[in-house]
């Protein structure tokens, strides 16, 4: 069991990854926007981070960013609708664990998900 944080705009997208991890036993708090994800990185520790490349307030690719400044051992995985190789780039030089493009099918998030946890 891990301790998973999801951050994206879309409810639809927070609600049905929220629902698919909680199933595999997983601890699961989301978040909408890049400051509430921030608020909430502030609060607790995270295992995992499942973050959307565009947030509104903010990028999935600043997520990354502040892992990486506090030096936590916290795993990322990047999702997206709008993929580019700048975002890629991005996304694997900030040492995220997976990209993944929109629609992400349950099959294949649990299975980013499982291998960002080994």
Not at 11 to 17: A, G, L, T, V
Not at 34 to 48: G, H, K, Q, T, V
Not at 59 to 79: A, C, F, S
């Amino acid at each position: 069991m891990a301790h998973i944080l999801v951050i994206d705009d879309e409810e639809s997208i927070r609600f049905s990854f929220h629902r698919f991890l909680v199933k595999e036993k997983h601890s699961v708090v989301t978040a909408e926007s890049y400051l509430i994800a921030l608020a909430r990185m502030n609060a607790e520790y995270f295992d995992l981070i499942v973050a959307d490349i565009n947030l509104g307030d903010g990028y999935g690719t600043d997520i990354l960013q502040e892992v990486l400044t506090r030096k936590l051992k916290t795993h990322v995985i990047i999702i997206t609708a709008y993929p580019s190789s700048k975002t890629i780039e991005m996304s694997f030089r900030g040492n995220a664990n997976d990209y993944l493009v929109k629609p992400v099918r349950q099959q294949d998030l649990l299975c980013s998900v499982n291998k960002s946890l080994r």
